[in-house]
């Protein structure tokens, strides 16, 4: 059987530890081609400097995956998308939310799979934490997603220019599980944001949030609540910590793992990015498309409502 072709733009931190070892895993897509502007390479498939480039020598080619700066992911979706080609977006799928409305529009235009691959959403750990709160009495939930930014991105400037989203870039994991464990909407109320003196975007950020009415009777969501920091040193922080009526959630390791009252509930490892290529591979099949703004919309809301506060300069 042909596989279908994939050509993968940007050859990063990310591309290079997840994207390119999870195609390989799932042996559902062939990866023709990767594109890198500063001609760095990988085995087994070409390099080409420009995703236009790369078109116009790969007509054929069937799906593109996105790993660059999101501040250039609108444009290169759109040249994608009218190429003919379906579209996995690395996490935040856009810059801003404009952006991805017009995704969506485009999509249904060319009539090909836009998917933004919120992927820690696909652990385990995070449906069976969906399951357990579908009807629970939750009376808060408190995120921790505290990292070393010299550490899972080293010199990587970008991610604090504007655009970039600083903070965000992890804290935004966080927030796309939120929305899809809580059985209720969730709103940022107020915001503290540190941005270094020399820098554009957050390297901490702290926000209250709300959520809506579940309607079920007898159950509630109390204060929500987000700590993120890029400066974290020794043991790295990705955490959610649910406290209900009926007892304590924790899921930790990014969503990887999930305890009850202290008891382990549910470990996996941590196969998310193969989890998300199978989703796209399905997608494809079934002429869908999926995609969900509520993460970066969240963001958004943070940085309308919140409190800038400049702090110290930072450099690597």
Request: net charge negative; hydrophobic share 45%; proline share 7%.
């Amino acid at each position: 059987m042909t596989l279908p072709t994939l050509g993968l733009v940007g050859l990063g931190k990310i591309a290079r530890d997840q994207h390119i070892p999870a195609i390989a895993a799932t042996g559902l897509f062939q990866l023709a081609a990767v594109v890198s502007p500063d001609g760095a390479t990988t085995d087994g498939a070409p390099t080409f400097r420009s995703q236009a480039e790369m078109l116009a020598a790969l007509p054929g080619l069937d799906a593109v995956a996105l790993c660059t700066p999101p501040a250039v992911r609108h444009g290169l979706t759109v040249e994608a998308l009218r190429a003919g080609k379906h579209v996995l977006i690395e996490k935040p799928p856009a810059a801003t939310l404009s952006e991805l409305h017009d995704l969506v529009a485009e999509a249904q235009t060319a009539g090909r799979t836009l998917f933004t691959a919120w992927h820690s959403r696909f652990n385990p750990a995070v449906a069976e934490t969906r399951a357990r709160l579908a009807d629970a009495d939750i009376r808060g939930v408190a995120i921790t997603w505290k990292e070393d930014v010299r550490r899972w991105h080293p010199g990587q400037d970008w991610i604090f220019a504007a655009g970039g989203f600083g903070v965000f870039d992890p804290g935004i994991n966080a927030l796309s599980i939120l929305t899809a464990i809580l059985p209720a909407p969730v709103f940022v109320r107020a915001a503290e944001l540190h941005v270094p003196a020399n820098r554009d975007t957050p390297i901490a950020a702290t926000l209250e949030m709300a959520a809506a009415p579940t309607g079920a009777p007898g159950t509630a969501i109390g204060r929500v609540t987000a700590d993120f920091d890029f400066l974290q040193q020794g043991e790295q922080s990705w955490s959610i910590a649910i406290d209900t009526a009926d007892g304590r959630l924790d899921l930790t390791h990014g969503g990887t793992r999930l305890t009850v009252d202290g008891v382990p509930a549910l470990a996996e490892p941590d196969t998310e990015y193969q989890r998300i290529y199978r989703h796209f591979h399905r997608l494809i099949a079934d002429g869908a498309s999926d995609v969900d703004a509520r993460p970066l919309s969240l963001v958004a809301d943070a940085c309308l409502v919140g409190r800038w506060r400049s702090t110290a300069a930072f450099d690597w």
